[in-house]
C-alpha cells in the first residue's frame, strides 16, 4: 500500500521532467489514477507508451496540461461550451474532445482529427507538466497519458500498482512519482465537443465522477449519449479494466445465497464483494471471505481499483460483485465494474 504522505520531492519531479525530454516514459499521479506519460508532441514517445501498454494504436490517449496552458496550441478552437466546462470543472477529472490543432500529431488521437485534453488537478502532475512545458521551446509541454496498467487491465491508483505492473520499465529505471492514493480513483469524465460546428452539442463518451448532470448545469443544456459517429476514447471498450480473476455482477440476495450454500460454492474458494449489507449472514460457508466496499459513491470510487488489484492477488476462484445503483451519481462506477465483468462473460 502506498503512504499517502509520501509525494515525490523536487527533484524527483526535476528527474522525471529531465526523462520526458528525452522521449521517455514516465508513471505519474493524478487525482484519477496513476498515468503512464510521454511527451505529447513525440510519436515516437507516445508509441512507446502503446508498446508498454500493449495498445492498440488507434485507441486514444489524452494530453494533460496545466491550468495556464495556451489551449490554442493543441486545438483548433474552444467552443463557449467548453470554456464554460473549464471555468467550472479544471483542475480536475474531465477530459474534453476537442478538433487537434493540425501541427499536432495525431498519433496521440488514434489517427483522428479530435484530441482528448484534461487539466489534472493533483499537484504532483501540476509540477511534471509545468516543469515539462518550461524545458520546451515552444513553452507548452503536454504529457500523453493513458492509466499505467497493461492494456484492458484494473487501472494504478498507487505507485506501487505501476512499479507492479511495469516491473521491467522499473527495473530500467523509469521513474515513477509518489502521489499517494489517488483521491477520485476513477478515470475523468469525458465529453465530446469536437463537433459543434455540426451542430452536435454534448456528447457524454465516459462518465466518471463529474456527472451528466452537473455538466448540464453549467450549459443549461442537455448532453447526448455516444453515437455511431463520436470519436473513439479512451475506455469505451465493452471489457475494460478487468482483474486476472473470473468476475460476475450479482444481486445482494444472490452474494446472500453463494455465502451459506455448499452446493452453489463447489470447492472454490469464493470473495463476495457487498456494499448495502455490510455483515455476512451466520453461519458463512469457511471458502467465503465477504468483503465491504462503502456506501457512497465517492468513496466507493476512490477504493474500486485498489480493492480490485489486491482481491486479485488473493487467490480466489472467482469474485462475486454486488451491483451498484443506477443512479447518476453511480455511473462512472457501475459503468467501469460492468466492463470489468465483461471479459469474463459469454
Given at each position: 500500500?502506498?503512504?499517502?504522505?509520501?509525494v515525490?520531492?523536487?527533484?524527483?519531479i526535476?528527474?522525471?521532467?529531465?526523462?520526458?525530454?528525452?522521449?521517455?516514459l514516465?508513471?505519474?499521479?493524478?487525482?484519477?489514477?496513476?498515468?503512464l506519460?510521454?511527451d505529447?508532441?513525440?510519436?515516437?514517445?507516445?508509441?512507446?507508451?502503446?508498446q508498454?501498454k500493449g495498445?492498440?494504436?488507434?485507441?486514444?490517449?489524452?494530453?494533460?496540461?496545466?491550468?495556464?496552458?495556451?489551449?490554442s496550441?493543441?486545438?483548433?478552437s474552444?467552443?463557449?461550451?467548453?470554456?464554460?466546462?473549464?471555468?467550472?470543472?479544471w483542475?480536475?477529472?474531465?477530459?474534453?474532445?476537442?478538433?487537434?490543432?493540425?501541427?499536432?500529431?495525431d498519433?496521440?488521437?488514434g489517427?483522428?482529427?479530435?484530441?482528448?485534453?484534461?487539466?489534472?488537478?493533483?499537484?504532483v502532475?501540476?509540477?511534471?507538466?509545468?516543469g515539462?512545458?518550461?524545458?520546451?521551446?515552444?513553452?507548452q509541454g503536454?504529457?500523453?497519458?493513458?492509466?499505467?496498467?497493461?492494456?484492458?487491465?484494473?487501472?494504478?491508483?498507487q505507485?506501487?500498482?505501476?512499479?507492479?505492473?511495469?516491473?521491467?520499465?522499473?527495473?530500467?529505471?523509469?521513474?515513477?512519482?509518489?502521489?499517494?492514493?489517488?483521491?477520485?480513483?476513477?478515470e475523468?469524465?469525458?465529453v465530446?465537443?469536437?463537433?459543434?460546428?455540426?451542430?452536435i452539442?454534448?456528447?457524454?463518451?465516459?462518465?466518471?465522477?463529474?456527472?451528466?448532470?452537473?455538466?448540464?448545469?453549467?450549459?443549461?443544456?442537455?448532453?447526448?449519449?455516444?453515437?455511431?459517429?463520436?470519436?473513439?476514447?479512451?475506455?469505451?471498450l465493452?471489457?475494460?479494466?478487468?482483474?486476472?480473476?473470473?468476475?460476475?455482477?450479482?444481486?445482494?440476495?444472490?452474494?446472500?445465497?453463494?455465502?451459506?450454500?455448499?452446493?452453489?460454492?463447489?470447492?472454490?474458494?469464493i470473495?463476495?464483494?457487498?456494499?448495502s449489507?455490510?455483515?455476512?449472514?451466520?453461519?458463512?460457508?469457511?471458502?467465503?471471505?465477504?468483503?465491504?466496499?462503502?456506501?457512497?459513491?465517492a468513496?466507493?470510487?476512490?477504493?474500486?481499483?485498489?480493492?480490485?488489484?489486491?482481491?486479485d492477488?488473493?487467490?480466489?476462484?472467482?469474485?462475486?460483485?454486488e451491483?451498484?445503483?443506477?443512479?447518476?451519481?453511480?455511473?462512472?462506477?457501475?459503468d467501469?465494474?460492468?466492463?470489468?465483468?465483461?471479459?469474463?462473460?459469454?
Amino acid at each position: 500500500m502506498s503512504d499517502d504522505s509520501v509525494v515525490a520531492s523536487a527533484s524527483e519531479i526535476a528527474d522525471a521532467v529531465d526523462v520526458l525530454l528525452q522521449g521517455g516514459l514516465v508513471g505519474f499521479p493524478t487525482e484519477t489514477v496513476y498515468g503512464l506519460g510521454a511527451d505529447a508532441e513525440s510519436p515516437e514517445a507516445v508509441t512507446r507508451i502503446y508498446q508498454a501498454k500493449g495498445r492498440p494504436s488507434n485507441h486514444p490517449v489524452i494530453v494533460h496540461v496545466t491550468p495556464e496552458a495556451d489551449l490554442s496550441y493543441w486545438v483548433q478552437s474552444v467552443p463557449a461550451q467548453a470554456q464554460a466546462l473549464i471555468d467550472a470543472f479544471w483542475p480536475g477529472p474531465l477530459t474534453l474532445i476537442l478538433k487537434r490543432a493540425a501541427h499536432i500529431s495525431d498519433v496521440v488521437s488514434g489517427g483522428q482529427d479530435s484530441i482528448g485534453i484534461r487539466c489534472p488537478a493533483h499537484p504532483v502532475a501540476q509540477a511534471l507538466i509545468r516543469g515539462f512545458a518550461a524545458g520546451k521551446a515552444s513553452g507548452q509541454g503536454g504529457i500523453a497519458a493513458p492509466s499505467a496498467n497493461k492494456f484492458g487491465q484494473v487501472s494504478p491508483t498507487q505507485a506501487a500498482h505501476v512499479r507492479t505492473e511495469f516491473p521491467e520499465l522499473a527495473a530500467l529505471g523509469m521513474p515513477v512519482l509518489e502521489g499517494g492514493a489517488s483521491d477520485v480513483g476513477i478515470e475523468s469524465t469525458i465529453v465530446d465537443l469536437s463537433r459543434v460546428d455540426q451542430g452536435i452539442g454534448p456528447v457524454l463518451l465516459r462518465p466518471g465522477h463529474i456527472t451528466a448532470a452537473q455538466i448540464e448545469e453549467v450549459l443549461q443544456q442537455s448532453v447526448g449519449d455516444a453515437d455511431t459517429h463520436a470519436p473513439r476514447v479512451s475506455g469505451a471498450l465493452k471489457s475494460h479494466y478487468a482483474p486476472h480473476t473470473p468476475l460476475q455482477l450479482a444481486s445482494v440476495e444472490t452474494l446472500l445465497k453463494l455465502a451459506q450454500d455448499p452446493q452453489l460454492i463447489a470447492g472454490q474458494r469464493i470473495a463476495l464483494v457487498a456494499h448495502s449489507q455490510a455483515h455476512p449472514p451466520v453461519p458463512i460457508h469457511p471458502q467465503v471471505e465477504w468483503i465491504v466496499m462503502p456506501t457512497g459513491y465517492a468513496a466507493y470510487g476512490r477504493a474500486l481499483y485498489a480493492t480490485l488489484r489486491a482481491l486479485d492477488q488473493g487467490q480466489y476462484s472467482r469474485l462475486v460483485w454486488e451491483t451498484v445503483s443506477d443512479q447518476s451519481d453511480w455511473l462512472g462506477v457501475k459503468d467501469r465494474l460492468t466492463r470489468a465483468a465483461a471479459a469474463f462473460s459469454d
